[in-house]
């Protein structure tokens, strides 16, 4: 196996804590497989969805990020290592991360813990919105 499949592997199944939430997850993959440093968010031991909207919206982070606009409709474009803004309705209110070879996204799932899952499992468990970020230069 690869370093980068085995850290992957390492992480998945892992449960959620308020030491380990989506944006924790998402920090460290971002550190491990792309050398990105994400700042440190204290995110509340029971975050509600108005706290993680309001949170992924407006921190000072998003502005570091690019939205990545894909050319169809479904087709995700976004290069490997993009932060995923995930959303039941209009706004984001989780975060993972994009592992382009792998086809998934990986995050912190309060009742899953950390999974790995692909596009379409993703909306078939009420992720309608998802917008891909990449990195502005």
């Known amino acids: 196996m690869s370093e980068r499949t085995d850290f992957l592997t390492s992480l998945l199944g892992q449960r959620w804590a308020p030491e380990r939430t989506c944006w924790h997850v998402a920090a460290l993959v971002q550190l491990r497989l792309f050398g990105r440093v994400l700042p440190h968010v204290d995110v509340p031991p029971d975050p509600s969805w108005g706290w993680m909207i309001s949170t992924i919206a407006e ?36 975060i993972g991360v994009w592992l382009a070879p792998e086809r998934r996204v990986i995050h912190c799932d309060q009742r899953l813990g950390v999974v790995a899952e692909d596009i379409a499992t993703l909306r078939a468990r009420g992720w309608g919105r998802m917008q891909f970020f990449e990195p502005r230069d």
Not at 81 to 91: N, Q, Y
């Open 59 to 94: 921190h000072d982070e998003r502005q570091s990020w690019a939205e990545v606009v894909p050319l169809h409709a479904g087709l995700v474009t976004a290069p490997d290592g993009a932060l995923v803004g995930l959303g039941r309705m209009d706004r984001a209110a989780h």
